[in-house]
T-cell receptor, first 110, second 117 residues
Framework: KNEVEQSPQNLTAQEGEFITINCSYSVGISALHWLQQHPGGGIVSLFMLSSGKKKHGRLIATINIQEKHSSLHITASHPRDSAVYICAVNSGGGADGLTFGKGTHLIIQP | DAGVIQSPRHEVTEMGQEVTLRCKPISGHNSLFWYRQTMMRGLELLIYFNNNVPIDDSGMPEDRFSAKMPNASFSTLKIQPSEPRDSAVYFC???????????????FGQGTRLTVV
C-alpha cells in the first residue's frame, strides 16, 4: 500500500506570499492528484499529473517521478486560497481508487 | 452537467438503524468511488466500481457496510446496523476511463455528513 506524506500539516501566510506544499509517496504511481477542500464543502480536483509540470492560473504543480515527490505552488496568494490541499495518488495500473495524504491546512491572512 | 450528486447532505441517525447513502455519478462516467473522511484517518477508499461492477471492496470496514450499483446512473452505500464510529463524511466520486487511459480526473460529490448517535 502506498504511503502518502504531506508537509506542512498547517501553514499560515500573508496575502501575496508564495506558497509551497510538498507531497512524497513510497511506491511507484500511475498518477498524482492535487485536490482542494474548502470548509464544509466538497472536494475539487486541481491537477492530475504523471510527469513534469502543470500550471493553472496562479497554481503550479510539479512532480519528480525518480524522487517520488510533488509540489504544489501558489503564487500571489489570496485569502480565498485558504483551504485544505490534499495530495492523492493512483498506485495501480488501471482505474483504481486514490490513496490520500492527510492534507495541508492553508490559511492566507489579508 | 450538475456534477456528482449525493443525498442526503446530512444524516443523523440512532445507533442500530440502517443508513442508506445515495450517489448519482456524472453521466457518461464509467468509474464510481466511495470514500470516507474522518478526522483521525483522513480520506480512505471504501469501494470502487467500473462499468457497474465492484472491482475492489477491500476498504469496506466491516460486513455492516455494503454498496451496490444497479445501473450506470445510481449507486448506494448502506450501513446496517450503524454505529457511532461510522460517523464521518462520505464522498462519492466518478471518473471516465477508457481503453488505454490509465487514470483520469476524479469528480467528487459534496459529501454526506453522517452522524450516528
Amino acid at each position: 500500500k502506498n504511503e502518502v506524506e504531506q508537509s506542512p500539516q498547517n501553514l499560515t501566510a500573508q496575502e501575496g506570499e508564495f506558497i509551497t506544499i510538498n507531497c512524497s509517496y513510497s511506491v511507484g504511481i500511475s498518477a498524482l492528484h492535487w485536490l482542494q477542500q474548502h470548509p464544509g464543502g466538497g472536494i475539487v480536483s486541481l491537477f492530475m499529473l504523471s510527469s513534469g509540470k502543470k500550471k493553472h492560473g496562479r497554481l503550479i504543480a510539479t512532480i519528480n517521478i525518480q524522487e517520488k515527490h510533488s509540489s504544489l505552488h501558489i503564487t500571489a496568494s489570496h485569502p480565498r486560497d485558504s483551504a485544505v490541499y490534499i495530495c492523492a495518488v493512483n498506485s495501480g495500473g488501471g482505474a483504481d481508487g486514490l490513496t490520500f495524504g492527510k492534507g495541508t491546512h492553508l490559511i492566507i491572512q489579508p | 452537467d450538475a456534477g456528482v450528486i449525493q443525498s442526503p447532505r446530512h444524516e443523523v441517525t440512532e445507533m442500530g438503524q440502517e443508513v442508506t447513502l445515495r450517489c448519482k455519478p456524472i453521466s457518461g462516467h464509467n468509474s464510481l468511488f466511495w470514500y470516507r473522511q474522518t478526522m483521525m484517518r483522513g480520506l480512505e477508499l471504501l469501494i470502487y466500481f467500473n462499468n457497474n461492477v465492484p472491482i475492489d471492496d477491500s476498504g469496506m470496514p466491516e460486513d455492516r457496510f455494503s454498496a451496490k450499483m444497479p445501473n450506470a446512473s445510481f449507486s448506494t452505500l448502506k450501513i446496517q446496523p450503524s454505529e457511532p464510529r461510522d460517523s464521518a463524511v462520505y464522498f462519492c466520486a466518478s471518473s471516465n476511463t477508457s481503453w488505454g487511459t490509465k487514470n483520469t480526473e476524479a469528480f467528487f460529490g459534496q459529501g454526506t455528513r453522517l452522524t450516528v448517535v
